[in-house]
């Protein structure tokens, strides 16, 4: 058993062409997607990976609220694996938009002839946490729109393929694009990975995509599950609990595939249902009054970032529950209860 970093190291010296493609490399290139390069590219259009690690400012890396150690230590050690090192990162698209609630950030890394598309997911920012509440209500979000966009602007270029690949809203954004780019675009997307990502909300067939589309999700997955339409997942083994699966980092590996498992881990699958299943009772208006009245909240409190809401859960549980206060008592009382089994199950850990 081993994680990324053992991956990187026992196959650094193998190229693309001995070693094509794997799973786990779409997994290290979602996880590129959570660090920010603006700052290098203002002065190097199209830096290689190993020029990268030597160009960003690390201590900043390291200080990123998520995973920041390990994204430091990822960056340094691609820099230095004949694999990666010279694959480029030729394009960087961020769009943040408070009106719209949109929170977008999308790379181009090239490779020869291929493109390696990664979408990112949600980040600490409250903005992008409103964004996820959006996808409960509405069938389609800004974001997944720019998705589409964002392949058919990147894949306009003759003669390119491309792999995409997002983690959770991420996965989500790199499945509504590719399932919705033009044609012509769409046959030079050779796969789609969505690791632990929510199904799309509106239920449309993904045959246009299936027989190039993974998903993966770990054994106790809360969000790549939420919507629970799709049937075609795999489920990867993780060395953390519950919602810490999430992390990539956490996922476990063995030679050049992840460690899968058969089923679900039924405890915290029931867990999961009942958020799900007191969230989706809402009627549409309801999660729109929700909604509206949460963000109205955090901008009371002058809450822009989800670490002020971890560093309190009395006071989390508060908000929700004043967000809540135009529900029907009996789905607010079933919120709120899920709320409450959330809440014990972080504690426990």
Known sequence: MSDIFRYIQKYQNRSLKELPFTHVDALIFAQL??????????????PKL?????????QEVEAGYLSGKDNRRLLLALAHAKRYQNIQLINETKIINEETCEQFHALTFAYKQMYYIVFEGTDTSIL???????????????AQQDGVRYLEQMLKHPFKKAIVVGHSKGGSIATYASLHVNKKVQRKIKAIYNFDGPALQSVESLEPIQNRYYKFVTQATFFGLFFENEENYRIVK?????????????????????IYLDQLDSRFYQINR????????????????????????????????????????SQTSIMLLRSLTKVEKEKRDAIMKTVGLVVSEMLRR
């Open 33 to 46: 997607s959570y660090i920010d390069y603006r700052t290098i590219r203002n002065i190097y259009a199209k």
């Open 50 to 58: 190993k020029q990268i690690a030597h160009l960003l400012d690390l």
């Open 128 to 142: 992008g946490w409103k964004e996820d509440l959006h996808m409960l209500v509405y069938p389609v979000v800004p």
């Open 238 to 258: 993780s060395n953390e609990r519950w919602l810490l699966q999430h992390n990539l980092y956490t996922w476990m590996i063995e030679d050049t595939n992840f």
């Open 274 to 313: 009942k958020a799900r299943d007191a969230l989706l009772s809402l009627t549409h208006q309801e999660r729109e009054t929700f909604i509206v009245s949460l963000s109205e909240i955090f901008d009371d409190n002058q809450i822009t970032d989800v670490a002020q809401l971890t560093n309190s859960w």
